[in-house]
């Protein structure tokens, strides 16, 4: 008699056992399900710019293939691009960091995720203002770290305060992570509020920084100050930034962290043995972006802002609904929680964000990430990098998917 072989083992390991797969991605697949079985979907999900990339991009990729740029590159990423980093943020964000200083990866995401790993682990916690992107807090439990929440509102305009921040720290914090402008709410942070923050930061010596600034220059008006240009904080700052939003380039896969040579010695190590340096022919492709006359990314946010005005003016005429004026991204995230308890017409409760997210899916065709995936189950986000038309159309759905409850 033969004895059957022992079942293998599926234990994971217990930090990865605890993270969260994206829910933007989940609610987007849904979306693109329903359109496959011919459904009529307007899908506000996804976090990507609706323009193509600007074309002097497109052309150096295409020169990188003639001239055979298709070999590994550094670990960190060229030197031609890495200078290009460093002027970019020396010139436009006043952040003094040498080529040395710089290290690209595969989009401002892994720069984000190696900045949390190289320095957090077990007993560490990372601050997190939100509602926040959805990876950070996965991020920092993928290092074995705790996230450590810090609730905003609609009424202020989803900004920390520096008082909640002093709350939050304590002797285990290691990272603070900020997002402005900011996924999901648009928030932009003003030069004296980031002062302010830095204020409550520098008496802490263990408290680093990560300032995610992928929306940098999507903005509507609004100053952008980088934390890292502060006296006392260029030493505690790992500053991330990306081509995906600016210029339109999520498919390229390319971002890059800048900060104290230590920390970013460590991210390249942790690079070194994950992925390598970012594809040769992006990094072309991003060493012409840095240098591209800027009048298509000035259109692209005119677009934007169009947008913006009008669906924000659709939102404030739902009763119930509060949604403080985004000053970047592209991104809107009203506070829906006056829906929350009603009932659909089947009879169904809506308990909270992500069931009014699927009602809406199912039921009106519309397709927004549920607040709770951004720890703030009062909303939901609504990506407007969609044509105007579209957008309308979903106001409309919203409106009366809204209305119908009871
Ligand atoms: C706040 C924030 N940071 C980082 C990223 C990732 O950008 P990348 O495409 O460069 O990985 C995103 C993308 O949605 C984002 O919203």
Same mark, same amino acid.
């Given at each position: ?273 994950? +992925? #390598? /340096?970012? $594809?040769? %022919?992006?990094?072309? *492709?991003?060493? @012409?972006?840095?240098?591209? =006359? !800027? ?48 009932? +659909? #017409? /089947?009879? $169904?409760? %809506?308990?909270?964000? *992500?069931?009014? @997210?699927?009602?809406?899916? =199912? !039921? ?43």
């Amino acid at each position: 008699m033969t004895e059957s072989a022992p079942s293998v083992s599926q234990a994971l390991n217990a930090h990865v056992a605890t993270v969260q797969p994206s829910a933007t991605l989940a609610v987007s697949a849904r979306a693109k399900a329903l359109k496959r079985e011919g459904r009529d979907v307007v899908a506000l999900s996804a976090g990507e710019p609706d323009f193509g990339t600007p074309a002097p991009i497109v052309e150096a990729a295409h020169q990188a293939l003639r001239d055979g740029f298709t070999h590994y590159t550094p670990n960190t990423g060229t030197v031609e691009l890495r200078e290009a980093v460093a002027r970019k943020l020396r010139e436009d964000n006043g952040i003094e960091v040498s080529a040395g200083q710089v290290i690209c990866s595969n989009g401002a995401k892994q720069s984000v995720a190696q900045a949390v790993l190289a320095v957090c682990g077990p007993g560490d916690e990372v601050v997190i203002p939100a509602p926040y992107w959805v990876s950070y807090p996965e991020m920092a439990r993928m290092a074995g770290a705790t996230p450590v929440a810090v609730e905003t509102s609609a009424a202020s305009g989803y900004r920390m305060t520096p008082e909640a921040l002093a709350d939050a720290l304590s002797e285990r914090t290691r990272v603070v992570l900020l997002n402005s402008p900011s996924n999901p709410t648009g928030a932009v942070y003003s030069p004296d509020e980031i002062r302010a923050l830095a204020d409550v930061l520098r008496p802490h010596p263990r408290a680093l920084v990560v300032s995610d600034e992928i929306y940098e220059k999507v903005r509507f008006d609004a100053e952008h100050l980088s934390i890292g240009s502060l006296p006392g904080m260029a030493e505690r700052t790992m500053t991330v930034n990306g081509f995906s939003k600016a210029y339109a380039m999520t498919g390229w896969r390319l971002g890059y962290a800048a900060g104290p040579a230590w920390w970013v010695d460590a991210m390249a190590i942790i690079q070194s043995q994950f +992925t #390598s /340096g970012p $594809s040769s %022919i992006t990094q072309k *492709a991003g060493v @012409a972006a840095l240098a591209m =006359d !800027e009048a298509p990314l000035e259109e692209m946010v005119r677009a934007f802002r169009e947008r913006r005005d009008a669906f924000l003016a659709r939102l404030e005429a739902i009763p119930g609904v509060v949604c403080p004026k985004p000053e970047g991204a592209f991104y809107l995230f009203p506070d829906v929680s006056a829906y929350v308890g009603r009932r +659909t #017409s /089947g009879g $169904s409760e %809506i308990a909270g964000s *992500a069931d009014l @997210a699927l009602y809406l899916l =199912d !039921e009106h065709d519309v397709a927004l990430v549920p607040g709770v995936a951004f720890g703030d189950d009062r909303g939901l986000r609504i990506s407007y990098a969609s044509a105007l038309e579209d957008l309308m159309r979903a106001a409309d759905r919203i409106e009366a998917g809204l209305a119908a409850l009871v």
